[in-house]
T-cell receptor, first 115, second 114 residues
Framework: DTAVSQTPKYLVTQMGNDKSIKCEQN?????MYWYKQDSKKFLKIMFS???????INETVPNRFSPKSPDKAHLNLHINSLELGDSAVYFC??????????????FGPGTRLTVL | GNSVTQMEGPVTLSEEAFLTINCTYT??????LFWYVQYPGEGLQLLLK?????DKGSNKGFEATYRKETTSFHLEKGSVQVSDSAVYFC?????????????FGKGTLLTVNP
């Protein structure tokens, strides 16, 4: 199936730990994104990569570090997890930079719970 | 900057009722407009889109028309089903500069009762 996939789907961890979320797309897209959805369902962009190059970096604590080993993968590493990091994290991808009409397709999300 | 305002939910309807979810936007230039849907416990799915003024996006019985004069992109469906119960997000992207990101509205929870 062509899709955006994320692992893990659920992640429960203790405060202070370091964790990673992985994202892969097999759609041949050249741009990938991370979004955060808070408990009120509000969605906000965190990062975007185009051809492995960082192009969007919103106001996100530097404990969050994205890594794109190739065009098909964009991973999110989070250091020193805090309670406020609990959220659902969505990966997305699209084709083309600056072509705003191209829809972004989303992965199933990773629900992170920090205890 | 860009912003999207959607009607506050929750919206509760009976099956076969008419649905409107209002969405207005603020953006410079010529944004593209989208509706995404999030079913319970799932990720976001693209529902429909429109890329220029007067375009109508449609899918699964849902429609929305890009109205530049009123900066609106209201979602409508003539007869909702229980399976339409979900959170609906209006969003835009804007061409130019580094505005490749989606800017979302706050979402509208729709519940359809049998």
């Amino acid at each position: 199936d062509t899709a955006v996939s994320q692992t893990p789907k659920y992640l429960v961890t203790q405060m202070g730990n370091d964790k990673s979320i992985k994202c892969e797309q097999n759609l041949g897209h050249d741009t990938m994104y991370w979004y955060k959805q808070d408990s009120k369902k509000f969605l906000k962009i965190m990062f975007s990569y185009n051809n492995k190059e960082l192009i969007i970096n919103e106001t996100v604590p530097n404990r969050f570090s994205p890594k794109s080993p190739d065009k098909a993968h964009l991973n999110l590493h989070i250091n020193s997890l805090e309670l406020g990091d609990s959220a659902v994290y969505f990966c997305a991808s699209s084709q083309g930079v600056g072509t705003s009409g191209r829809a972004q397709l989303f992965g199933p999300g990773t629900r992170l719970t920090v205890l | 900057g860009n912003s999207v305002t959607q009607m506050e939910g929750p919206v509760t309807l009976s099956e076969e009722a008419f649905l409107t979810i209002n969405c207005t936007y603020t953006a410079t230039g010529y944004p593209s407009l989208f509706w995404y849907v999030q079913y319970p416990g799932e990720g976001l799915q693209l529902l429909l889109k429109a890329t220029k003024a007067d375009d109508k996006g449609s899918n699964k019985g849902f429609e929305a028309t890009y109205r530049k004069e009123t900066t609106s992109f209201h979602l409508e469906k003539g007869s909702v089903q229980v399976s339409d119960s979900a959170v609906y997000f209006c969003a835009l992207t804007n061409c130019g500069g580094s505005n490749y990101k989606l800017t979302f509205g706050k979402g509208t929870l729709l519940t359809v009762n049998p």
